[in-house]
């Protein structure tokens, strides 16, 4: 497929690109050499090919959630700096 330089042109000011005369040729016959490329993928025969859905093969690792002991407040607060009835007391962050 030829790619003109008015359709170069106009990519380029969607991408806001800028270059001159011989940078634009030069994009017309590197894009249309891609094109090419692509075509060539077009004749591939992919019938018995499955579609992939990630490239990875790894597989994710999940644990059973367990129920376990937590700090019940009392203990938390016990060796706070500075606290309140219930909560911890910090530095002010925003002014």
Do not use: C
């Not at 692509?38 to 019938?47: I, K, N, P, S």
């Amino acid at each position: 497929m030829k790619i003109d330089k008015e359709t170069v042109k106009k990519i380029a000011h969607l991408a806001r690109l800028e270059f001159d005369e011989e940078g634009a040729e030069k994009m017309a016959n590197d894009m249309s050499q891609i094109l090419d490329w692509v075509e060539q993928l077009d004749e591939v025969d992919t019938g018995d090919v499955e579609p992939l859905t990630t490239m990875s093969t790894e597989v994710n690792v999940l644990r059973k959630d367990d129920v376990g002991t937590h700090l019940d407040r009392e203990k938390a607060l016990a060796n706070a700096p500075k606290k309140d009835e219930t909560y911890f007391r910090v530095p002010k962050v925003l002014e």
